[in-house]
Structure formats: C-alpha cells, structure tokens
C-alpha cells in the first residue's frame, strides 16, 4: 500500500503553495512514496524514552540587549522589491480573508 | 447573575488577548518598535525575513513576559520553546511566525474581575490557561482607496513586534464579564509597566470565543471565534449579536458549526468570515535558530521584587489606610500613575480625604478638558499639596485656587507665586469688607428686608454679591461675620 | 595559462618576501576563473573591479607593515549562499535571480577583515541540496580530475576552484556532507567544524540544525588558517557556540603517536561500497599506525539509521526555511498572476528546480498533522541514539576515520534520474552533522585515476585533533599535492 497518495500529494502541495502539473505531481509521489518507504527503517529503532534532540550543542539562551538599531534605510529594505508603491510593497488583492493579520 | 444574558442557555466565553509588550527593540529582531511611521520606516534584515538571517531573543521582553506571568498568578515554567507556526501570508515575511506551542513561558493563573449581581459588586476569578510569548505580523493594507486598484500593500514596521498571548479559561458568562475582564486585564498590564495595552493603537487586541450549553449541563457546545474587535463596547456588543445568532440556529433545532465570525455594528449581526472545518495545519515544531529559554529561580525573583502593588490591593490600603469611600478609591486607583500622584500628594499635605476630593474633582476635570493622561501633566504633587495648604492657612480661598488647577496641569508652577501674581490673594482687610458689605446692603434693601423677615437663605445671595464686588477674593468667613453682624445690626 | 595558484601557506611567504603581489595573485586567480572556471562551470559570478580594489589595498597595507593576518592579500572563493552587502547571491536558484543583499555574513567580514579578497562565488546544488552541483540553473559542474565526473555537492564549485588552483582557499556549506563529499570527488581538504563553530549569519538557510560553514583548502595547514580566520562566538547567531576561534595551528607537529583512531565496523562493510575505496582508506590508516597512532574497533550501531533521520529532519527544517521565497520582497516574482496564491503557487513552481520542490514537500509531509510524530519526532529520537553512538566511541578513541563517500566521482547524469540513490551517497558524512560533530576529509590516494578521501571524525570542539591527524598524514604522503596535470 502506497505510503503517499497523490491526493496528498496535491493537499500537501497546496499547503506548500506549490503547484504541480498531474505529470509531476504522479512522479513526486512515486518518488516520495519510495523515500517514505525507505524511511520505514526507523519504525525498527527502539525510542522508547528517548528524549528528541532538538538542539545537538547544550546552550545557554543568548539574550539580546533592548536596545534599537538604526532602522534599516526603507530604498535598501525595498531594493529588491518586485512590486512597491512609496515604500510599501505591493501584492495581488487578498481573495479571502487567508489567515489572520 | 442579575440578568443572565440568555434564559435558555448558558454562554461561555473564553477570550484571547495579544499585547504588545513595552520594549525598544522588537523580539528577535534589534529593529525599532515604533508606531505610525510610513510604511517600513523601521525595519531590520531580520524582520524583512532576508536570506540568510537569524533571530535573537530580547531579553527585556522575556522579563515583562515574567512579570505578566506572576502579576497573573500563573506558574512561570523554566523550560520553555519556541515554535514556528507555518503558514503564508503577505505580511507574515519569514512564512512562518515564532510564537510558543507545546512549552509556553507560563500556565495556570487567574485575574479576579468585579461583577454586578443583584445591584452589588461581586468578585468572581477568572482563570487563565496559559501566556506566552511569539512575534506580531506586519500590516496588509487592501489598497480599495486607490480607484482600480487590486492590490495589497505590505507595510512590515510591525513584523517582529514582541505580543504576549494571554488565554483565559472559558470561564466568562456573559459579555458584561468579558467586557470587565478585558478592563480588569488592561489595567494590570498597565499596572505592571507590561504594555500599553491601548486598544486604538492596536496594541491590545482581542479575540472571542463563544459557545451555549443548556442551563445545569457542563457540556461545552460548538464554539465559534470572533475577530476583529476593536473596542471593548464592541467585544460585549459582538458576543450579544452572536449569543443571539446561536440561540436562535438552537432554538429551531439547528447546529452551530465552527466558524470564524466578524461583527457588524451597522446591523448588530456577526457573520461568517471563513468555515474552521479542521483547524490550519501549522505544522508546529521547535525552531532549530533558538534555543530553548531556560530561566534561572533568581531571574524569576528578581521580576516578581519588581511587580508593584497591583490595583486591587492599593484600592484595599486606600481604604483601610486613608478612610476613603470604595467609590474614590477605585477612581483614584484606576492608573497606578493617578494613584502614585494622589498618594504623593496626599503625603505631602497630611489630609487624604481632602487630597483627594481635590484630585476626583478638580485634577481630574482639568486632565480631561486637556486630554491629558496624569503622566503627562505638568502639576506635580508637592505643587497640588501647596496649592491646598494655601487655601487651609486662608492665602486664598477655595474657588481661586481651584481656578489654578487647569494652569498647573497644563504649564506647572509654584501655587505660591501664581496667587500672588493674579492677584488672588485672600481680602481680609476688615475696613474694604466693611465698606463692601455695606454697599451691598445698601444696594438690595428687598433683600435685606426679606432676610429680617425670614428668609435666612438670603444671605448667601448676599455673600455672593460681596464675592463678586471683590473679585472673588473676600474671605467668605469673614464676609459671613461681617454680614451677619451688620444684619444684625440694624434690625 | 596563468600560473597556478599557490597554497595558502605558499602565498603568504611569497606576499612576505615580495616575490609576488596581492594584485598579482588575485588577477590570476580571477583570470583562471574566467577560463579554467567557466569551461568547468564552477563559477556563478565574480567581482574583478572590488577584488582588484582589494587587492591594492591589500598591497598598499603591506608595504606600510599592516598585514592583517596571514591571509591577507590572498584570493578565495564562497560558495554562493553566503550573503556579501551589494552583491548578488542566487544560491544557484532561479527563485533568488537578481537579489542583491544589503548585508554581509560574519564569515565574508571576518574574512575581508582578515584581508582576504573574495574574487567571487561558486556553483553549488540548489539551496545546497543535492550531492552532485548538478541541479543548479548554471548546469552542473565538472571535475577537474575529469570533466566527465561530477565535483560532487552541493559545494561542488567551491571544491573544483581549489582543486583546478584556481584559488589556494574557498567556503562551502555542509548539512549532510556538502563540504566533505566533494573535498572527496575533487581531491582537496574540507573541514566541517562542530555544529556552532562558524556563524550562520548570512548563511542562507537549508536545514538550520544541521547546516555549517566549512573550509576548502589543500592542506590541514591552509585549513586551520581559514578556520581561524572564520570562527568563533557570533552573537547574530543564537546558536553560535562561546568559544572563540580554536588555535588549530599549534596542534599541527606532526605527532600522532598513541593517538587512537576508532574504526567504526559499520562503516567498513563490504557491501554497497567501492571496494578500492576501501582499500584506499585502509591504506591511509595503516600509513597513520606507521606514524605511531593506534588502531582501535569501534561500533556506531545506529548507522543505518543515518540517512532517513537526515532527511526527515533536513526536509522538514527546509521546507520551513524556503517559505520566505514567496516573491514578495525579493527575488524573482511570477508574471500575470490572479490573485495572491496563484502568485505564491507559480512564483515558487516556476522559481524552485525538482529537487528543491521534491524536499520541500517531503518536509511538509513530514511535519504535516497527523505525521509529525511517526516522523518528525521519531526522527529526532533517533537523532539522540547517533548521537550517544558518537560519545560513547569517543570514549575509546581520539578519532574516528572512515572512507567519506562511497564511491569516487560518479558521472554526471548517472544518478539525476534517481534520487534516491543519489540520497545514498552521503552515507558516511550525515552522521557527523546529525551528531554535531566535526569531520575533515583528506585526499588518501585514486581510483581509476579519480581521488578518494579518507574522513576523520572528532569530538565536539576537537577540530585541533581532526587537523592534526590530518597533518601528520600529509607530511608523510603526497596525495594532497597531486593536481590534474592540466591545471597543474
């Protein structure tokens, strides 16, 4: 049984704001679906009380002074803009309210 | 409960506030905060979410994150993570945002809040789930101004900015108490120096959830979330639209289904912003760029040294303490700054009650008329205490130096000096009363009649008439001997 | 053909005793970048007017008797995902066409602060994703030992710049090998440093927990001067270790005796490897017990392990770490679009190559609700098990040495259409990134005429240890110095 379907593909896609043609997306699930199997290994591994490593190096948490920079100049914060009105950067209308603000 | 909100069914409202958190630098990023500058006025690499950037944590908003957390009774967890949250959006740059998940700074506290039931303020506590820290979106501003225009623009001064997410339990019954929840929070976040927590400039913002279950039954229903409220009225408002909506859909036998709701104050409805059939996938996990905050005991002491005596407290020692009616207490409590002002005040001149009647009437008009907060007025409390003794020792009286209040408010100033040079010096040369007085009598005969013939209130006509002939500056005392005798007199 | 350049060391006595100029050094570097380097493709850009400039500089401060640094003066090359102010930086992806950024990356400062002249940046695999610099806008690039063969990936550039001599030194990014790998294919030094080593500043982002700067060079020597000169404590990186920069130069005296390397048996099977490469790798290690180190068995049995953890937990790093491509403040944007998402969805489709899109939506798979903890945290479990492996070995053992690849350079092509298999390939390296662990591949002889490296594991912290071992090889061997006859 596949481990990834293509539906999964699609949704999984869709979360990505990728979008696939059904050529590759057929393709991207057979691939995934072969690297899903071989990461089946793991399921072999005993974890039972193993803590997960989030963070290989024991650190302290480094702690910035509140202190405020220079503001960066706004024309180099909008140099590579594609789109800008003023110092603003422009996009394609909201169609729906997508997510919170 | 005097009135339930609803006879059929009990509401339960749970709310989720976002503060900004009162610091320089924004929270991963050393980024100003600034507020009303033009669009990405203040921005930084790493809140422009450029290649190859990486976040560092501002340790001042860590200890207002502290803070909060004590002043709420909450437990502060020493081992806490920071998550990313991915999702897309335009004013989201990194297409994620670094909040707290699974192991948030704090759990469990409680804000008591104070209720009318049955014509009495009760108190009721209402607890918190959990506070955490995470980083505010920037600004999408749909341009529908520009004609033709369909597009966005994407102001990102805000991005980064430091929030504190507070969760309260669904413990809140009706929008009455959401509404004294939400003033009752605002003041502690105050209080504490947190946050500015000033609604309109959209650093205190508040979303609701709502949800009705027959009386007697401990079954949560269907909840939906309401967004976008921009005031307190508007928060209760919204929740009376919605328990209404609910109501009714139950009523005719129908299901509330989870939905995200906006309210329209036009109509007095809520409506349906978008279907919750599942909840987003964030996609949840540990930001490998941060590392976990571990916070040391004497941190946390050190916060908890640094909270101040809250509202509810304070208003209690002004009671007990100074003899003041729970009504002024309140008010004089309503801002830590108002209250240090009443009580430095009050120190300085030795009467309490009559400090602060001066400050509940006088101050207060004068920092209303000004559109002045008492941090930013320029009377100090020594200059009130003068101002007052002034009036006890008979300099001058009462109406001339309740007429320099609104001056001291606005530009300071020794009362002392002030009196003198508007020439609001006290008359109490008995031979000017004298001759005044006389001429008033001289000028109301009727008057001076109708007294001897009865009517004692006359005098006060008389007074003021002394009053006015002298500016306002007789001494009303003496103005009352004098007349009194002179009456007396001639009768 | 200009002259090939010298190493590190080499420049710097040169520079030292007029012999030759920074100017001088860096024009013929940027001359075999225009020819040597174009024709094998290991360039994505340079700057000849600033390095010029710099090279004056350079020039003039050592005729005042300012020298910097022992770098100072000399040219190098980064790997195009290191971040330099007014520059571009692609990362070898049509998502990144044009972006020019307005900051630099504490390892180009430290590097031009140090005198460095940074002549310019070299192709590499997509957001450093892939073991072969093929999937790269430019096209692949091609081994200098054999322009058939690939350099290996994804700092393949990088590696075929000093290779070709065309620079004595040069930065790449490692996440699962991508320093080591193609040190390997292309028959030079590269050093991974310990996870926190070298700043991630301005490093573009693949798999942030497991992602390091590493150093090119052709020898332990010119190594340890590019770890120092780029190391240490960096507070813009929250996970930027405390130590400063490691005296690595002082370890280099040749001593190995007593020294215990561990052999980890797991990494000496039989089957899914080269046997020469094998054989080479044993030879280095015997050549090493010569000089007086002991040999000692040792077992990481987690191994197998190894390389679906790694790309459960890279993908799902990545796939969060490439959100920010959205064509919204940089980078290329997507023409004609509807409305927002069809905006999103095209730039990003049309922006990202295969491979790039094939992690990204194995590592949204994988944190996605409902998978999250059969794969994610799972993952991450496991991660805990290499690592323990690793302490536990070093408590018998000062290093651990193992073939770095399975294979010498494979032909270009011949594992595009699998990529599966292509994952295989970094078998030996991605523990050390899982574990945080240093690692140094060597040049240990040839097959067919193609190099091998022999990789040398160490504790965290112990790059000294790692350059030392490295050292002491080299001063009894030559293969370091071998170069393709062409570019010799």
Request: proline share 6%; glycine share 8%.
């Amino acid at each position: 049984m596949a481990h990834i379907t293509r539906d999964e593909v699609e949704r999984v896609a869709a979360l990505a704001r990728l979008s696939l043609t059904d050529e590759e997306a057929e393709r991207m699930a057979d691939e995934l679906d072969r690297i899903l199997e071989f990461v089946q290994v793991l399921e072999q591994v005993d974890t039972e009380d193993v803590e997960p490593t989030s963070h290989v190096m024991p650190l302290r948490t480094p702690l910035r002074e509140d202190r405020a920079a220079e503001s960066l100049d706004p024309e180099l914060a909008l140099a590579n803009a594609p789109a800008r009105e003023g110092t603003a950067f422009v996009v394609p209308k909201v169609i729906e309210a997508e997510e919170e603000g | 409960m005097s009135q339930p909100p609803h006879p059929d069914y009990e509401v339960v409202i749970g709310l989720e506030v976002h503060c900004q958190l009162r610091t320089q630098s924004k929270l991963f990023s050393p980024a100003p905060v600034t507020y009303g500058d033009e669009p990405n006025h203040s921005t930084h690499p790493v809140c422009l979410a450029l290649p190859g950037v990486l976040p560092v944590l501002n340790g001042r908003a860590v200890e207002l994150a502290i803070r909060a957390a004590l002043a709420t009774h909450c437990k502060v967890h020493p081992h806490s993570v920071f998550a990313r949250k991915n999702y897309f959006y335009p004013d989201l740059p990194k297409g994620y945002q670094i909040s707290q998940y699974e192991d948030p700074i704090a759990t469990g506290g409680w804000i008591d809040i104070g209720v009318e039931e049955d014509g009495e303020l009760v108190t009721r506590r209402i607890g918190l789930t959990r506070i955490h820290m995470e980083e505010d979106a920037g600004k999408s501003i749909h341009a529908a101004a520009v004609a033709g225009s369909d597009s966005t623009h994407i102001d990102l001064n805000r991005a980064g900015v430091p929030l504190l997410e507070i969760v309260s339990e669904p413990d809140l019954r009706s929008p009455a108490e959401a509404g004294a929840y939400l003033r009752t929070l605002r003041q502690l976040l105050r209080y504490i120096e947190v946050s500015d927590a000033d609604m309109e400039k959209g650093n205190f913002r508040c979303d609701a959830n709502l949800s009705l279950r027959p009386h007697g039954t401990t079954e949560l229903g269907t909840r939906t979330e309401l967004k976008n409220l921009n005031s307190f009225r508007f928060v209760e408002a919204a929740l009376e639209a919605e328990i209404e909506r609910q109501a009714d859909l139950l009523d005719e036998g129908g299901r509330v289904r989870q939905a995200t709701l906006a309210y329209d104050a036009n109509t007095h409805r809520t409506r349906e912003l978008r279907i919750k059939e599942d909840a987003q996938d964030y996609r949840y996990f540990p930001d490998p760029d941060l590392i976990p905050l571990q916070l040391s005991d004497a941190q946390i002491e050190r916060e908890r040294g640094a909270l101040p005596e809250l509202a509810g407290p304070k208003r209690k020692r002004f009671q007990e303490s100074f003899g003041l009616s729970e009504y002024d207490a309140r008010l004089l409590t309503e801002s830590r700054a108002l209250a240090d002002f009443f009580e430095a005040a009050a120190q300085a001149h030795g009467q309490f009650k009559t400090v602060a009647n001066w400050v509940l009437r006088d101050v207060l008009q004068a920092l209303g008329e000004q559109e002045l907060e008492i941090e930013r007025a320029a009377i100090t409390p020594e200059s009130l205490a003068a101002l007052i003794r002034l009036v006890d020792v008979g300099r001058t009286t009462a109406r001339s130096a309740r007429s320099l209040v609104p001056e001291l408010v606005e530009r300071g100033g020794d009362p002392e000096v002030l009196v003198r040079e508007r020439g609001l010096e006290v008359v109490s040369d008995t031979g000017l009363l004298e001759s005044t007085v006389d001429e008033v009598l001289a000028a109301f005969p009727d008057n001076v009649e109708k007294y001897r013939a009865g009517e004692q209130k006359l005098v006060n006509f008389l007074i003021g008439q002394v009053m006015k002939r002298t500016q306002g500056k007789a001494d009303p005392v003496t103005v009352r001997e004098i007349l009194a005798r002179k009456l007396a007199e001639s009768s | 053909m200009t002259a090939p350049l010298p190493t590190l060391q080499e420049a710097r006595r040169a520079l030292d005793s007029d012999e030759t100029s920074s100017l001088e050094l860096v024009s013929n570097s940027l001359d075999r970048a225009a020819s040597i380097g174009s024709r094998l493709n290991l360039f994505l850009g340079t700057r000849d007017e600033a390095a010029m400039t710099a090279a004056e500089a350079s020039d003039a401060r050592r005729a005042a008797g300012e020298v910097r640094s022992p770098l100072d003066g000399i040219p190098v090359a980064i790997k195009d995902n290191m971040v330099q102010a007014g520059e571009p930086t692609t990362c070898a992806s049509r998502i990144l066409e044009g972006f020019i950024s307005p900051y630099t990356s504490t390892v180009v400062e430290r590097l031009e602060a140090a005198g460095a002249v940074i002549i310019g940046r070299t192709n590499m695999d997509e957001f450093a994703m892939g073991s072969s610099t093929e999937h790269s806008i430019s096209g692949p690039a091609h081994n200098p030992w054999n322009p058939e063969r690939s350099t290996g990936g994804s700092s393949g550039g990088s590696a075929g710049a000093v290779s070709a001599r065309i620079v004595p030194g040069a930065l790449g990014s490692d996440t699962g090998g991508s320093v080591r790998q193609p040190a390997s294919f292309s028959g030079v030094v590269g050093l991974k440093p310990t996870y926190g080593r070298v700043s991630r500043w301005g490093l573009v982002a693949y798999a942030s927990s497991l992602d390091q700067i590493g150093v090119f060079a052709r020898s332990a020597a010119d190594a340890a001067w590019l770890l120092e000169a780029i190391s240490g404590h960096d507070p813009l990186d929250s996970t930027s270790l405390p130590e400063p920069a490691p005296h690595c130069s002082e370890a280099l005296d040749g001593d190995v005796s007593g020294l215990v390397i561990g052999l980890p048996r797991e990494y000496f099977v039989e089957e899914g490897v080269d046997p020469r490469v094998l054989a080479r790798v044993r030879e280095a290690v015997g050549e090493l017990e010569r000089a007086g180190a002991k040999v000692r068995d040792v077992s990481l049995p987690h191994t197998d392990s190894a390389i679906a953890t790694y790309y459960l937990i890279a993908t799902a790093e990545a796939s969060s770490n490439l959100a920010r491509f959205d064509g919204v403040r940089y980078g290329r944007r997507a023409q004609g679009t509807e409305d927002l998402t069809d905006m999103y969805q095209r730039t990003r489709s049309e922006g990202f190559g295969t491979e790039v899109k094939r992690r990204i939506l194995l590592g949204t798979y994988v944190l996605s609700a409902g998978y999250y903890d059969a794969y994610y945290r799972k993952a991450q479990r496991v991660r805990t098990l290499l690592r323990r492996d690793f302490e536990e070995a070093f408590q018998g053992c000062d290093v651990i040495a193992t073939p770095t690849a399975p294979e010498v350079a494979f032909g270009i092509g011949s594992k595009t259409s699998d990529p599966l298999r292509m994952y295989l390939s970094d078998v030996y390296t991605v523990s050390a990134n899982l574990a945080g662990i240093p690692g140094i591949s060597i040049p240990c002889g040839f097959v067919e005429g193609l190099p091998v490296g022999l990789q040398l594991l160490g504790p965290p912290l112990d790059e000294p240890a790692l350059l030392r071992v490295a050292d002491a090889y080299q001063r009894r061997t030559d293969h370091h110095s071998q170069c393709p006859a062409e570019f010799a």
